[in-house]
């Protein structure tokens, strides 16, 4: 169902536990650069595949992510032909609860079909506060629309360029909104990052 293995990082270990923390998993990765989103992406959704997931990528320009996705050696034409994957526009201009609203009746034809859960990422969002912001507004409407429903979300940050001290911010920023854990590079890989919550034994 994917091709190019060789081109996915070996991301997949820190994926499976990062995933597998509840009904409606919620993961944050940080990038050193854009170029890093498609491999890790694709990784993501190889993994959504192999569990029978439906996969659907949200970008601002979705063909450019599409290529992007298949030369990082994820098999798009074939899932698509299979109706296991599917590109979503991201409308800037509208309100951030009106995406989800779009999907949810392919989300229950999917689901119909015997597809697991859904799993979806976006084009990576960039270090400036703005499109941070802005990206925040959208994952609390995304995780509110879609709550104890079977959905499995990667979101992607791009840091490079932020000081040690903004970027520190941005991962406790994201810790706190992403309970399921953030994904760190380290050494070509990812690690899992899971901040301390109040409720967490000492």
Known sequence: MTGGSSNVPPVLRALDPALD??????????LRSEEEFAPVVASFYSLG???GGWLVHRGVEPERDREALTGAGLDVLALEAERRFALEQIRLSEPPEQLPRRLDAAF?????????ALWSSHTPVRADSESFDHAME???AWEEHFRDRPVITLCPYVVGGL???AALGRLTELGAHHHDGVLLPSEGELELFRPARADDDP
Not at 21 to 30: D, F, K, S, Y
């Open 138 to 140: 959208v994952e609390r």
């Open 49 to 51: 595949a192999r569990r």
């Open 108 to 116: 229950d034809e999917a689901l119909t079909r015997g597809l697991s």
């Open 163 to 165: 000081d040690a001290s």
């Open 21 to 30: 923390g509840g009904a409606c998993p919620h993961v944050a990765v940080l």
